[in-house]
């Protein structure tokens, strides 16, 4: 519509969003968590004079470094080239909205970096209460840098009174911003646990240190458990009621859910019973089962995360399909086609190559419009290649077309031509997490004849049979 | 196809800062990124032929570099997020469109810079203890890095040359358009300025690796040999002469050779002709400073080093400024980007100012005290 769409085949482009979004959260929320681990185990072994615990904890740095200053801030800087291809609308209101906010969490990065190199290169070469007072900077600028960015994110998710009063306090301070601040707080105080856990069991030869890290890690392990609960109560308390309804309604959400709570339950028992109770249990297997559960309790959360807000990016203000919701009853008048900066002039040209004798009959050259009532003139090739283009800028964005993610034609497979153009007309009213149709009436004809075209037929064998239904 | 048509004219949407606002941290961002970012640019490689065959203390310069390389990289990362979000800020009208056409080579630019940052990492773990531990696999990682950060420029020229080629849009969409979405495969291979850009922040970068072999040996390369101490200025300003010649060469080519009328009125046949000027006699200071700094006996001292490093980041920030200049002139017949409307949000950007300046003060503390535990000298790792 106001941008070109990216057509990533088969995927769709969010769906890359969502794959470069939680590679990179599993990382970053170490990079947060991690800072206050190594400050706290530094502080501890300076404390005890624990030399080789010291040593220990240098290796565990240099492993830290690589894995969040390499891998965690590259495919932070990811996310947001991402996220500008696949939803350029909602990542300009984003930015638009919160680019202080952005600039001051760069603040918060560019002290993150100083702080850990200097901390891990200078590392026996300061005071051990400047190396400690470096370590705590770290983690509180990582810290502060989590909050800021659940600021932006958690006002995709609900607003709150921002739609009202659009100010950057308002919008910041949002209905899900503590809840979410409180849930990844926790997320970073119990991933970091697993993955010190799985360092040390693969690091370390000597029990005395394993049995020290497994111990000393369980209680943030736990009370991030715990937070992450408060917060994930909180996140749902004050989730918009459309998407209370997506989480209860959506059968795969009903499974993650169910997934989430399950493995959430089984690491919280697993770490009592392991690194709490029983430290000694902490071999690479335990130590893999357990970070390879939190991993999935994580990547299942982010999606459901993400998943919720749907037909909205940025809820009740952009919509999936890159249009503002205020703009659809305009739209539904002048035409989808007619509406958008690219589809216009993709119909344009595609008219005057392909259709040189009904272009002057449909396209207005000297208003500069496009005449919808006349695009149903077109022969069922050039109603379905400009129902492709429909497809592309009001569907693409949650589904692929033949094969892929959430496929619209197998969905559809079967299905009869009124009730595609019923369904087409009603969107929003046959599925509340769908956006609202946005097109004119020749577009309804235009899309269903795409989505015909790439539906299959209904399977056989199925009882009745469309003979069985025919003869009825 | 009209380009115009293109370009969203349906809104206009407030802009949350002063214009010259936006223009200063572009610039100042994108001109401290541009020191760690020819340092990987052009130094990567040359470090890499050093080590495989340059002189003896060539090859010692190429270890410093590569073992200072991963904190590079790290920095020249951060401070690109200063430019790359002002832009999105001021220029999103053509910014969005420009990458989504390119889209897969953009998103290339993710993708590959992990395996050169990794490949940065195992080549200075291979380094370490005199380079005893140097594998083939490190070795390959060192060259690979060197290949893809010359890649990566490629990449960025290609998105940002295309954000203004705006004429270049409708054919480059009609080719690579399924059922009117991007595929996200289109170059800008065709557009005159793109190579030339490419190569001419090349010969920039050569000049930029050159002042800080002068600046590496004065600040923290004192441990090193009295003859590396001589011999850093005399190759830097060698290096610095072909950079500037490689530049000049890449810059003559880019201005008569791509500039338009448009860009050519405002930069050449009006008052900025002197910026003009300066951008182009502006490496002759540092060349001129490091010619002088070859006479030294002992080597770079610290002021000259400090003065020559200062004088290169003049040069990039003068180049930042002009093109910066160049840039709106070339979209000023589709995007008057100075022209928006602004309401700006004066109690964020208050926040993020405070918290700038005392974010410097937190640095400067932290580096302070790296300088005291290390008796008033930085020490390399």
């Known amino acids: ?472 | 196809m009209d380009p115009q048509s293109l370009i969203d004219a349906t809104r206009f949407p407030a802009v949350p800062a002063p214009f010259w606002f936006i223009q200063f941290f572009k610039v100042l961002g994108f001109t401290l990124h541009a020191v760690p970012m020819n340092l990987w640019y052009a130094g990567v490689v040359l470090a890499m032929v050093l080590r495989a065959a340059g002189p003896e203390h060539g090859k010692r310069f190429a270890g410093r570099l590569m073992a200072q390389m991963p904190v590079v990289v790290a920095y020249g990362v951060n401070l690109g997020i200063v430019p790359l979000l002002f832009v999105q800020v001021a220029y999103f009208k053509v910014f969005y469109p420009a990458t989504i056409l390119t889209a897969w080579f953009w998103f290339a630019i993710v993708v590959l810079l992990i395996p050169a940052y990794y490949g940065v990492y195992a080549y200075a773990w291979g380094l370490r203890d005199g380079g005893r531990g140097m594998t083939p696999r490190k070795r390959v990682g060192g060259w690979l890095a060197a290949v893809l950060f010359v890649a990566l420029g490629l990449l960025f020229a290609n998105g940002f040359s295309l954000m203004t080629n705006v004429e270049a849009w409708p054919d480059l969409w009609w080719s690579t358009n399924v059922g009117g979405a991007a595929l996200g495969t289109a170059t800008n291979a065709g557009d005159p300025s793109l190579w030339p850009r490419w190569l001419m922040m090349f010969g920039l970068a050569l000049t930029t690796t050159a002042a800080w072999v002068v600046v590496d040996a004065a600040w923290f390369g004192r441990s090193e040999s009295p003859e590396y101490q001589r011999w850093a200025p005399e190759f830097a300003w060698k290096l610095y002469t072909a950079g500037l010649a490689w530049f000049a060469v890449a810059g003559t080519w880019y201005v008569l050779g791509t500039w338009s009328a448009d860009v050519w009125n405002v930069m050449v046949r009006g008052p900025l002709i002197v910026l003009t000027v300066l951008t182009a006699v502006a490496p002759g200071l540092p060349w001129l400073l490091l010619y002088r700094a070859r006479r030294s006996e002992t080597g770079p001292s610290r002021p000259a080093a400090s003065l020559i490093g200062l004088a290169q980041f003049g040069v990039l920030g003068i180049n930042a400024v002009s093109r910066q200049i160049v840039q709106n002139v070339e979209l000023l017949p589709h995007l008057d980007v100075a022209g928006q409307r602004t309401e700006v949000q004066w109690s964020p950007m208050a926040m993020f100012l405070l918290t700038f300046v005392a974010g410097l003060g937190l640095i400067a503390w932290m580096i302070g005290r790296v300088v005291a535990a290390s008796g008033g000298t930085t020490v390399q790792d």
């Open chain 1, 1 to 472: 519509m106001h941008y070109p769409w990216w057509y990533v085949p088969h995927l769709t482009a969010p769906m890359l969003i969502a794959v470069v979004s939680v590679v990179h959260v599993l990382v970053a929320h170490y990079a947060v968590g991690g800072g206050f681990f190594l400050a706290m185990e530094v502080g501890h072994a300076y404390r005890t004079g624990d030399r080789d615990y010291l040593a220990y904890l240098k290796r565990h740095g240099r492993f830290f470094i690589l894995l969040t200053v390499v891998f965690g801030a590259i495919t932070g800087v990811g996310i947001w080239w991402t996220i500008g291809l696949a939803s350029p609308l909602a990542t300009e209101v984003l930015i638009r909205t919160f680019v202080f906010g952005w600039a001051t969490e760069w603040v918060f990065f560019v002290i993150e970096l100083t702080a850990a190199f200097i901390f891990y290169y200078y590392w026996g070469r300061l005071a051990e209460a400047t190396h400690l007072a470096i370590g705590w900077i770290y983690a509180l600028a990582a810290w502060i840098s989590l909050v800021l960015i659940t600021g932006i994110t958690a006002f995709m998710l609900n607003p709150g009174r921002w739609l009202q009063t659009p100010d950057f306090w308002v919008g910041f301070f949002n209905p899900q911003f503590v809840w979410q601040v409180i849930a990844r707080t926790g997320g970073a105080l119990l991933l970091s646990s697993l993955y010190v856990y799985l360092h040390a069991s693969l690091a370390l030869k000597e029990a005395r240190l394993r049995d020290l890290i497994a111990s000393r890690s369980a209680r943030p392990a736990l009370l991030g458990s715990v937070l992450i609960t408060i917060g994930g109560i909180g996140w749902y308390a004050f989730l918009p009621p459309s998407a209370k309804a997506v989480l209860a309604s959506a059968g795969v959400l009903n499974v993650l859910v169910g997934l989430i709570f399950a493995l959430t339950a089984i690491v919280f028992v697993l770490l009592y019973l392991g690194p709490y109770r029983n430290p000694g249990w902490l071999s690479p297997g335990f130590a893999g089962a357990l970070c390879l559960f939190g991993i999935a309790a994580f990547s299942t959360g982010e999606f459901i995360r993400e998943a919720v807000r749907k037909p909205y990016v940025i809820y009740n203000v952009v919509l999936g399909n890159q249009i503002f919701p205020q703009e659809i009853d305009g739209l539904r008048v002048r035409g989808y086609l007619e509406g958008g900066t690219w589809t216009k002039a993709y119909v344009k040209r595609f008219l005057k190559e392909q259709y040189p004798q009904l272009d002057p009959k449909i396209v207005d050259t000297e208003r500069d419009r496009i005449d919808e009532s006349h695009l149903l003139d077109l022969d069922p090739q050039g109603r379905i290649a400009l129902g492709h283009v429909v497809f592309q800028y009001h569907c693409n964005d949650c589904h692929a077309a033949r094969r892929g993610y959430s496929p619209a034609g197998p969905l559809l497979r079967g299905r009869p031509p009124e009730l595609t153009e019923a369904m087409i007309r009603h969107l929003d009213e046959a599925h509340f997490f769908m956006p609202r149709w946005a097109g004119t009436e020749p577009e309804v004809k235009l899309l269903a004849a795409y989505l015909r075209e790439i539906a299959p037929p209904r399977p056989e064998g199925l009882y009745p049979t469309k003979t069985v239904r025919e003869a009825d």
